[in-house]
């Protein structure tokens, strides 16, 4: 199995930044693609930033220019930063991973979700 584990949501004035972080652990052989998607009250979850084992990204719209997503392979990391928080980015954020297991399985994991809630 493979596992997701996010940290660094919370509250923040309009403006402001957050880091999320999300590790993966487990019976990893390689992670093809990771991201962060999210989702706010009432809403469909939708993508926010994916990364590639290589170094392609994409990003939503709404948030091109603000957050940068990043991987550190080396340590199943993958982050989220988030500059310029506007109030629409309130939402539960969810990790996700695309790989491998040691047993040649494709899987594909979700984390437990982090909340950032942007004041106005």
């Known amino acids: 199995q493979v596992q997701l584990v996010e940290s660094g949501g919370g509250l923040v004035q309009a403006g402001g930044s957050l880091r999320l972080s999300c590790v993966a652990s487990?019976?990893?052989?390689?992670?093809?693609?990771m991201g962060w998607y999210r989702q706010a009250p009432g809403k469909q979850r939708e993508l926010v930033a994916a990364?590639?084992?290589?170094?392609?990204?994409n990003y939503a719209d709404s948030v091109k220019g603000r957050f940068t997503i990043s991987r550190d392979n080396a340590k199943n990391t993958v982050y989220l930063q988030m500059n310029s928080l506007k109030p629409e980015d309130t939402a539960v954020y969810y990790c996700?991973?695309?790989?491998?297991?040691?047993?040649?399985?494709?899987?594909?994991?979700w984390g437990q979700g982090t909340l950032v809630t942007v004041s106005s």
């Open positions: 996700n991973a695309k790989a491998i297991t040691i047993f040649h399985r494709y899987v594909e994991v």
């Open positions: 487990g019976n990893i052989f390689v992670i093809n693609a």
């Open positions: 990364a590639s084992d290589g170094a392609s990204t």
